[in-house]
């Protein structure tokens, strides 16, 4: 079994700056890629923000500049530093994970989602 445990949002005002964090945990699993979608109301599911084990990153071109995906391979985490935050980055943010189970591939999970709201 792999779990992921997603932390970090809240409300902030716009131009502010919010960190999330995502953990994996578990056993027999090893980690491909990691990465945070949004969806706001009314809208589909969007990739944020997403890294694979290597380091390799790819943003959402509306965030990029402002927002930085980092991860600590050791603690299977993710991180979203979220900077210069816009009313349109409201949404719940998801994190995925993308992993090996058992040396099987193309497993895929989903946390439970947080909350960010952008707003004076």
């Known amino acids: 079994q792999v779990q992921l445990v997603e932390s970090g949002g809240g409300l902030v005002q716009p131009g502010g700056s919010l960190r999330l964090s995502c953990a994996a945990s578990?056993?027999?699993?090893?980690?491909?890629?990691m990465g945070w979608y949004r969806q706001a109301p009314g809208n589909q599911r969007e990739l944020v923000a997403s890294i694979t084990s290597r380091g390799s990153t790819n943003y959402q071109d509306s965030v990029k500049g402002r927002f930085t995906i980092s991860r600590d391979n050791a603690k299977n985490t993710v991180f979203l530093q979220m900077n210069t935050l816009k009313p349109e980055d409201t949404a719940v943010y998801y994190c995925?994970?993308?992993?090996?189970?058992?040396?099987?591939?193309?497993?895929?999970?989903w946390g439970q989602g947080t909350q960010v709201t952008v707003s004076s």
């Open positions: 995925n994970a993308q992993y090996y189970y058992n040396g099987n591939p193309f497993h895929s999970l």
């Open positions: 578990g056993s027999g699993f090893n980690i491909v890629s």
